[in-house]
């Protein structure tokens, strides 16, 4: 356990530190709530330390955190919104200044005021959730769209790049360092028969035809606060994948982790389904606002989306599993097998249902 507040102290948080604990249930970063006596009012914090495993370099991170909270601030005020501040995150800064801090052991932390009256949920219960979560999505992608200077620092190298997983896969497949291949043959043959829709919106990206944007690439509804009383999406959190990519990557993670009812690792894979209402409660809402400066192409790959991002995390899973369970955390043999077979049975239920999704979007 970390001294919070040891920690706490290399902030500016205007006040005595009174209590500490863990907060959340981000599975990245360790978030804590960090309660400060301001004059005799109490105000809490989310302290966060980064994950310096999966984000091999936190500082550079960091200025894009900045960067990009800056400026969706600025446009808000511009906006006159009158609520600014709960519109986005924002850093407080550490005692010299930097929108960081690091302690003795060499971790980066970072403090953003607590948003209060809002919160962010696990499980998907309604579509008006969908509808939120979507539209605050892509309202973050309209705040950052003009974001001026160099393009954001590549968090995690080739994040959603596709042809680089794929190539992943077959690594993993020609050292077989488990002699797992064989078991798996027929997930394998799965995925690579379906190998050109991997290249696609890479090859788009490449060719300009498809613009890079500043996207938030963790599109889950646990990372978009939902307001207590009205249930409308007011911010966006989680910014450490912000980086350069494309919006066919954020709305096809939202259909990937939106739209079924099954959990990731279920192993009953009859459960998994892409059901139709939460694709619908997705586009109205993500449309509503990105309407603005989404172009032709990838409004029409929205639907397209959602099959290859699954297919991403699928081919991911199964790269684990033959390298030997190495990188996502597993709590049985066969973990990352099911994880694989469920990111199978959204995809061809997505495939199955392609002609109607068309329809949704263009009715939107
Ligand atoms: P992780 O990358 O580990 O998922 P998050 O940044 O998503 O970390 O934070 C974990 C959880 O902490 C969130 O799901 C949310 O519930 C809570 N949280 C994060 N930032 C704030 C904030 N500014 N105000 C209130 N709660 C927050
Ligand atoms: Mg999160
Ligand atoms: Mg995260």
């Known amino acids: 356990m970390h001294d919070l507040k040891a920690v706490s102290s290399l902030f500016d948080l205007r006040g005595d530190f009174v209590q500490g604990y863990s907060y959340g249930s981000g599975h990245i970063n360790d978030t804590y709530c960090v309660w400060v006596d301001q004059a005799g009012l109490r105000i809490r914090y989310i302290l966060q330390r980064v994950n310096h495993n999966v984000f091999r370099q936190p500082i550079p991170l960091m200025e894009n955190v900045k960067r990009v909270t800056d400026h969706a601030l600025k446009r808000l005020k511009e906006e006159n919104c009158p609520e600014a501040y709960r519109r986005t995150l924002t850093l407080v800064p550490a005692v010299d200044g930097k929108p960081y801090a690091l302690d003795a052991d060499g971790n980066c932390w970072r403090v953003y005021p607590f948003i209060e009256r809002a919160r962010t949920y696990d499980q ?95 599109t889950k509804l646990n990372n978009v606060m939902l307001d207590d009383v009205t249930g409308e999406g007011i911010c966006v959190i989680d910014l450490d994948t912000t980086m350069p990519g494309s919006a066919i990557y954020d709305f096809g993670d939202m259909i990937r982790t939106a739209t079924s009812p099954a959990a990731e690792d279920e192993k009953d894979i009859s459960k998994v389904t892409m059901r139709m209402f939460m694709f619908e409660a997705l586009v109205q809402g993500y449309v509503s606002s990105a309407k603005s400066f989404l172009t032709p192409l990838e409004k029409s790959l929205l639907p397209f989306s959602g099959k290859l991002l699954t297919m991403e995390c699928g081919i991911r899973f199964l790269t684990d599993y033959l390298s030997g369970d190495v990188y996502f955390k597993i709590h049985r043999p066969e973990h990352n097998l099911d994880r694989c077979r469920t990111q199978m049975a959204l995809v061809e239920s997505i495939e199955a249902q392609m002609d109607e999704m068309k329809a949704v979007v263009d009715r939107y």
């Open 124 to 218: 998907i219960e309604t579509t008006k959730q969908c509808v939120e979560a979507a539209r605050a999505f892509g309202d973050f992608q309209k705040l950052t769209a003009d974001l001026p200077g160099e393009p954001l620092f590549e968090t995690i190298p080739n994040f959603h790049n596709t042809t680089s997983r794929l190539a992943a896969l077959k690594d993993a497949i020609q050292a077989d360092p488990l002699g797992r291949v064989k078991e798996v043959q027929k997930e394998i043959d799965w995925y690579l028969s379906r190998e050109a829709d991997c290249h696609l919106v890479v090859d788009y990206l490449k060719s300009g035809e498809l613009p890079l944007r500043c996207t938030h690439n963790d």
